[in-house]
C-alpha cells in the first residue's frame, strides 16, 4: 500500500504538469500511466503551445528547452481563394505569440523534471480502478507492469486520463451531464522530413477542404488535409497526399510551392466538441481530455489541459495550507467557463475553415463571408488573435 496526497492517472500533459505545479507548493503526488515511457515520448500530437502556456511552463522551471528549441511565431496566414492573409497575432494582442513546440517535448521535459526531482510515475500500469471518491479517503487500486497488485492511498484523485480513461465512468449515473458534437470530416495528419514551406502557419479554406501546414522544426513539417469521417488511410499514397496538399494550398500567382520529403509518420483523426459536466465528483477532479475535447482547428487541447491543472494545484495548495476548500469547490465553475470560451472558438475555426460535404451553399457563402470580415476587419482579427494566443489565465 503506498500513501500519497494527491493520486494521479494518466501521463499526458495534464497529469505530468499537475504533478510538476504541485511538487511546486511541496504536495506530494503519484502519476500511474498505462503506456510505457517511450510510448507517451513518442506519441504526436499538439504542437501550438500560448503565450500563457509558454510562462507557466518558463516559471516553473520546465522551459529552458522550450526557449532554446521552441518557434516563436507572431502570426499565421489565414488562405481561402488562392489568396494569403496575414494576421499579425503579437500586434492585435500587445506582444502576445505563440510557440511551436511539439506535445511530445513538452511530455518529455515533464518526465524528466519529475524524476529529477524525485518524483514518482508508474509507467505500464493496468487495472486501475477509482474508488471510494464520495469520501474523504479515496483509493486507486491497479497492477504493475510486473504484475503485482497495488493499492493508493491519498487525499484527492486527479483523473487526467484523457478521452479513454476510467475516471470519468468511476462518477455514478446521472452525475454528469454531456454536450457533444461530432464533425462530418476528419483529419489526415502528416510528419514530412521536409523544411517549413512558410513560416508561419498556413489554415487554407479550398473547394476540396481544409489543409494546414504547421511545422516542428526548421527540417521537419507537420501537414494536415480535410477528409471524408470514415476514411481509408490506405487509399493515401505520398503522391497523392503532397499532390492534394499543393492544389488545395496553391496561390493564384502561381508563386507558392509546397517543399516535399520522406513521410515519417501519418494518420487519421476525427474532430470531436465535447463536454461533460461537472467536473468534479467529491474527491475525484477531472482535468483535460478526460472532461471535454476540442476539434484540433484552435489548437486548444493541450492548453485547457494545462489550464485546468492550473486552478486545480492553486485549488489543492489552499487548501494543503489553510485547510480550505473554497477553490477546490469553484474548481469545476472556474474551468467551465474558459472551457465553453474554448469551445466556442475551436467550433468557429473548425466551421469557418472546413467543407461540409453536404452541399449547403448558403453555409459556404457564409463562410467566404466570414473569411473576407476576419481578414478585413481589425475587430474581427483581434477576436481570432486573441482567442487563438490564448485569453490569459486569469
Ligand atoms: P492525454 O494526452 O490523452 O493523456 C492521458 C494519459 O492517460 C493515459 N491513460 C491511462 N493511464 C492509466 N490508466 C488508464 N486507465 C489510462 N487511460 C489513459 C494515456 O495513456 C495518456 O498518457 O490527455 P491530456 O493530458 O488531457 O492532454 C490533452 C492533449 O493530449 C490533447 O488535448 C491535445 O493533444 C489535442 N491536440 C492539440 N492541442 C493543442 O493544444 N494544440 C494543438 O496544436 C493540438 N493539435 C491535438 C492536436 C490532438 C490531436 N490528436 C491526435 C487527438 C493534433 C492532433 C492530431
Ligand atoms: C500541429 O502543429 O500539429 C497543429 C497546429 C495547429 C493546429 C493543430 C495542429 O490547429
Known sequence: MIRTQVGIVGAGPAGLMLSHLL???????VVLEARAREYVEKRLRAGVLEYDTVNLLTETGVGERLAREGLVHRGL???YGGQGHRIALDELTGGRTITVYGQQEVVKDLIAARLAA????????????????????????????????????CDVIAGCDGSHGVCRDAI??????????????????????APPSSEELIYTFHERGFALHSMRSPSVTRLYLQ?????????????????????????SDG??????????????TGLRSFVSEPMRYGRLFLAGDATHIVPATGAKGLN????????LARGLAEFYASGSTARLDSYSATCLR???????FSWWMTSMLHRAYDGDEFGERLRLSQLDYVTSSRAAAVTLAENYVGLPFD
Open 23 to 29: 511538487a511546486q507548493h511541496g504536495i506530494e503526488s
Open 77 to 79: 496566414e489565414l488562405r
Open 118 to 153: 524525485g518524483g514518482t510515475i508508474e509507467f505500464e500500469v493496468s487495472d486501475v480502478d477509482v474508488h471510494d471518491i464520495d469520501t474523504d479517503a479515496p483509493r486507486l487500486t491497479y497492477r504493475t507492469g510486473a504484475g503485482t497488485a497495488e493499492e493508493i492511498r
Open 172 to 193: 455514478p449515473a446521472g452525475v454528469l451531464t454531456a454536450y457533444e458534437k461530432v464533425y462530418p470530416f476528419a483529419w489526415l495528419g502528416v510528419l514530412a522530413q
Open 227 to 251: 477528409v471524408p469521417p470514415e476514411e481509408d488511410l490506405g487509399a493515401w499514397s505520398d503522391d497523392r497526399i503532397w499532390s492534394e496538399l499543393s492544389t488545395r494550398m496553391s496561390t
Open 255 to 268: 508563386e507558392w510551392k509546397l517543399a516535399e520529403g520522406p513521410i515519417l509518420e501519418r494518420g487519421i
Open 304 to 311: 485547457l489541459a494545462v489550464a485546468d491543472v492550473r486552478v
Open 338 to 344: 474558459r472551457v465553453w470560451r474554448v469551445q466556442h
